[in-house]
DNA sequence: CAAACTTGCCAC
DNA sequence: AAACGTGGCAAGTTTG
């Protein structure tokens, strides 16, 4: 009873009643569904890696003079920093990190450590999916995941047992786990993702005037910050290139310090602030809407997103200055990151309204992408419907955009 | 011996 | 870890 009346105060019943009670049975069908895994190609990538993670454990062994456990964190600074008297970075509670950014930046001193981190990324991927995706799938080959509607703070979908939202993509040996998601025997996929999205939301929701022209033209500001910090032409990035600027694009406006960047790319703290003032100056509106932002947060006690999501934030309030300063990126990204769930939310809503009957379904959603699955002569025709549907969702300045693609796996349709 | 915590890392 | 955000998961280690 008080949680109807307190939906009622806060103004919640429309974000109710239209978004997320409408989204269950959605949500329902698309766990239901599922997503086909081509277990034989997994089973193919998983041997041969398997001997490269064998081979890679005797050289580690060999440079370092002595056999441990590599995949303890422990252990491996014990070897690393005692026995080779590598430089130490950061500490944490129980002793010096090893993680990736710390490898990074000693990869120079020690011929030891570009093996590691072969082997730090093809174990990870081997122990999380190689071992654990087979097991789950059902008679139709098929994997289904539970998505958590209301775990995250800021509104977005959550993905467990297992979590579909976090597949590889971005090693080629992640791409390579990426291809063995696919249609069913005679179909195809089509993937619908919006383009550049927080970066649209905070055009609209900050009014920011260089911005919103930047989508306007119909330009990309992930690659033109890579070809800026890469100092490379856009035609030539990777994407890599790309994937690590949209890291600093997000990053600069929730907050990222000049010494966090500089940490990340591996570059002097110098270099870093120039990137974040050359980014602030150049979008003006930025700066002024972050400033309002945490201004208004910190007398309200709360952010919303545009369709009246809401989040306390109490750590505005704490004296501790970690605290507070968390809560100040939290009362920024919150309000984007949120408003896009609830662009999200509705485009799914809106397009298994109208795929109904069309014999193409949703079966995946990953934070701004939709994942459909039908017969090649119904997907087409799809294509189109989805993304008139995902785009006619926004009626504010800047337009959404979204990139669609079709193939038999996941990563061809991407 | 299992639960809780820590570290590290995948994605968006 | 000093200070982008949202998640889930596996393994090692500590705790009870
Ligand atoms: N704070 C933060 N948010 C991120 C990060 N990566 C992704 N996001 C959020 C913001 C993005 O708009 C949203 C969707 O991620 P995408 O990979 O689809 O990127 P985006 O839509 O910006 O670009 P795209 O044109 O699809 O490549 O997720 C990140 O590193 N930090
Ligand atoms: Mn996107
Ligand atoms: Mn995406």
């Known amino acids: 009873v008080w949680q109807r009346e307190q939906l009622r105060e806060r103004a919640l019943e429309p974000l109710m009643r239209d978004v997320e009670l409408p989204l269950v049975h959605v949500l329902r069908e698309m766990e239901l569904a599922g997503v086909r895994l081509d277990v034989a190609r997994l089973q193919v990538i998983t041997e041969r890696v398997r001997g490269e993670i064998r081979d890679l454990e005797e050289d580690i062994f060999r440079l370092a003079g002595t056999e441990f456990v590599i995949g303890s964190p422990q252990q491996l600074g014990e070897v690393l920093f005692n026995g080779l008297g590598l430089s130490r970075k950061r500490r944490g509670k129980t002793g010096f990190s090893t993680d990736a950014r710390v490898l990074q930046a000693i990869r120079g001193e020690h011929e030891i450590i570009p093996v590691i981190e072969r082997w730090r990324e093809l174990n990870q991927l081997d122990k999380t999916y190689f071992s654990v995706l087979p097991q789950l799938v059902d008679g139709e080959s098929r994997i289904h995941t539970t998505f958590l509607q209301a775990v995250a703070t800021t509104g977005r979908l959550a993905s467990t047992n297992p979590n579909m939202q976090n597949v590889p993509i971005r090693t080629d040996l992640g791409r390579e786990i990426r291809g063995c998601f696919e249609a069913a025997p005679g179909a195809v996929l089509l993937s619908a993702d919006y383009s550049q999205i927080e970066l649209r939301v905070l055009a609209h929701v900050a ?104 989040r306390q934030i109490p750590e505005l309030k704490a004296r501790n200055w970690q605290v507070r300063t968390l809560g100040e990126r939290l009362a920024v990204n919150t309000p984007i990151q949120g408003t896009a769930a609830d662009v999200l939310k509705l485009a799914m809503i809106r397009c298994h309204r109208a795929l109904s009957g069309s014999g193409v379904r949703l079966i995946l959603t990953v934070h701004d992408e939709l994942l459909f699955e039908g017969a090649p002569h119904d997907v087409e025709a799809a294509r189109a419907i989805v993304e008139r549907e995902m785009v006619g969702v926004w009626e504010h300045d800047p337009p959404l955009a979204v990139d669609v693609g079709v193939g038999r796996t996941w990563l061809e349709a991407k």
Do not use: C
């Not at 330009?219 to 994937?243: C, I, K, N």
């Not at 570059?267 to 201004?295: N, Q, S, V």
């Not at 709360?302 to 009246?308: E, F, I, N, R, Y």
């Open 207 to 310: 009014d920011e005037p260089v911005l919103k022209d930047v989508f306007v033209r119909g330009e990309d500001v992930h690659t033109a910050t890579a070809s800026q910090v890469f100092q490379t032409p856009a035609d030539q990035l990777t994407l890599g290139q790309r994937s690590r600027a949209k890291m600093i694009n997000y990053g600069i406006v929730y907050g990222l310090t000049d010494f966090g960047l500089a940490d990340r790319l591996d570059i002097p703290r110098e270099e870093a602030k120039a990137i974040i003032d050359a980014y602030l100056d150049r979008f003006p509106g930025i700066r002024a809407y972050i400033e309002g932002t945490i201004e208004r947060a910190t007398e309200a006690g709360h952010v919303t997103t545009l369709w009246g999501r809401r």
